[in-house]
């Protein structure tokens, strides 16, 4: 199966209550490309379509008040091919909010890495492929975790405290006393 090529993306700005500030959320006419945590819009084009900002905005914000335990926005794939779209669209598939899912674990789930004997190499490669995601939130990997850990998460020390915020909105970790999200 050919590759569909990649559609124009605009791009738009949704204000959150994150450790990371604003979303920057890309889209085309077939669904979200793209999601950062971190960074400036900077001089990309603007998304204009009132319904489409209106629709991510309006998730993504219910989402993030713990009013809504799915985004349902349609996703451009786009960005993604091969191994690593198969590992994305089964964690999006297969882990549910409230739910995580180990690096090895989802490797496993995924049926890509068949025939990888060395150990642990299946699961570093899935915690390469998160930091990778280009939906991030829309397909969930902060709910992808170490076996002995919370794991890591783009961005450093924010990325770290992005993962901890959605973990505790979705009910994974207990509030800290510093905890400014829905209750």
């Known amino acids: 199966m050919a590759e569909r090529t990649?559609?124009?993306?605009?791009w738009l700005t949704v204000e959150t209550p994150?450790?990371?500030?604003?979303?920057?959320?890309?889209?085309?006419?077939?669904?979200v490309a793209a999601v950062g945590y971190l960074g400036r819009a900077g001089e990309r084009p603007r998304c204009t379509d009132e319904s489409r900002i209106a629709a991510v905005a309006g998730r993504v914000g219910e989402y993030?008040?713990?009013?809504r335990r799915q985004l349902d926005l349609p996703i451009d794939?786009?960005?993604?091919?091969?191994?690593?779209?198969?590992?994305?669209?089964?964690l999006l598939r297969e882990v549910p909010f409230g739910r995580t899912i180990t690096y090895g674990e989802l490797a496993a789930r995924s049926g890509v890495f068949g025939g990888i004997e060395e150990p642990g190499l299946a699961a570093r490669t899935v915690g390469q492929m998160m930091a990778a995601n280009p939906?991030?939130?829309?397909v969930p990997c902060h709910r992808v975790v170490a076996a002995d850990g919370i794991g890591g998460f783009g961005g450093g020390r924010v990325?770290?405290?992005?993962?901890?915020?959605?973990?505790?909105?979705?009910g994974v970790l207990e509030p800290t006393l510093d905890w400014n999200g829905p209750l």
Not at 6 to 10: G, L
Not at 18 to 31: D, E, F, K, Q
Not at 78 to 86: D, I, K, N, Q, V
Not at 135 to 138: D, K, R, S, T
């Open 6 to 10: 990649a559609e124009p993306m605009s």
């Open 77 to 90: 794939w786009a960005l993604s091919t091969g191994p690593h779209r198969a590992v994305l669209q089964t």
């Open 135 to 138: 939906v991030a939130l829309l």
């Open 64 to 67: 993030l008040a713990g009013r």
């Open 18 to 31: 994150l450790p990371s500030g604003p979303l920057h959320v890309a889209v085309t006419a077939r669904g």
């Open 159 to 170: 990325g770290i405290d992005v993962k901890r915020w959605l973990l505790t909105l979705e």
